[in-house]
């Protein structure tokens, strides 16, 4: 079956602009989350969407936020960029339970310059 | 603040020898552990988990370990193989708190041959 997918792959946007990522889940998969990776922080969690709703967040700005249509695809957008925002995006879906396996995508590659 | 850490950034090994992974934890209210192998230009794959009512699970050549008490789990790989290197990040969650994880900063495994 098809893998995640996250679209675009890489990006180059200015301070002060904002951004939408998307991503699509695994057929049939309906929790997506999202993470910020960046050197020497790891896998930082943005937040979860299930079945369209947002059942967690982590401790980011209010400038971050999400949205899932009801296919499950998800997109996550950024207001106001900042340099720190630079960053790979991730996202994961998965059936819903926590011990049911993540797939990740291969991630957005975001540089605001 | 980091909540789970991993203290080594890199790791080299010999093929054939064991490979061991650190991965320490500061919330005693964490119960489910898991453990994602990183290519380069991929996500994260899912490679092994262990409940807290567990001290040990197996899985082909790895095995993960976990002692509460020391708040530490460690991820054995028996024999190494050079298809092994990559990034391993370990993770944990919370009881109902979905698909939220907490990620460590990764550990750079080489695998020489």
């Known amino acids: 079956k098809a893998g995640v997918t996250q679209t675009p792959r890489y990006l180059i946007k200015t301070r002060g602009q904002q951004v939408t990522l998307s991503c699509s889940p695994i057929?049939?998969?309906?929790?997506v989350s999202w993470y910020q990776q960046t050197p020497g922080q790891g896998l930082q969690f943005l937040f979860e969407y299930f079945s369209e709703t947002q059942r967690n967040k982590g401790n980011f700005p209010g400038r971050f936020s999400g949205r899932q249509f009801s296919n499950s695809r998800s997109e996550m957008n950024v207001s106001t960029l900042e340099l720190g925002d630079s960053a790979l995006y991730l996202c994961a879906s998965s059936l819903g339970h926590r011990e049911s396996e993540q797939y990740f995508g291969p991630g957005t590659r975001l540089t605001v310059t | 603040d980091q909540q789970v850490k991993q203290n080594s950034p890199s790791l080299s090994v010999q093929e054939g020898r064991i490979s061991i992974l650190n991965c320490d934890y500061t919330?005693?209210?964490?119960?489910?552990f898991l453990w994602y192998k990183k290519y380069p230009a991929e996500g994260p794959t899912f490679l092994i988990s262990?409940?807290?009512?567990?001290d040990k699970n197996e899985d082909g050549r790895f095995t993960v370990f976990l002692n509460k008490s020391a708040k530490h789990l460690s991820l054995h790989i028996v024999p190494s193989q050079p298809g092994d290197s990559a990034v391993y990040f370990c993770?944990?969650?919370?009881?109902?708190?979905?698909?939220?994880?907490?990620f460590g900063t990764g550990t750079s495994l080489t695998v020489i041959p």
């Open positions: 993770a944990a969650s919370l009881r109902n708190t979905g698909n939220q994880f907490y």
């Open positions: 262990i409940s807290s009512i567990k």
């Open positions: 919330n005693s209210m964490f119960d489910y």
């Open positions: 057929s049939g998969h309906r929790s």
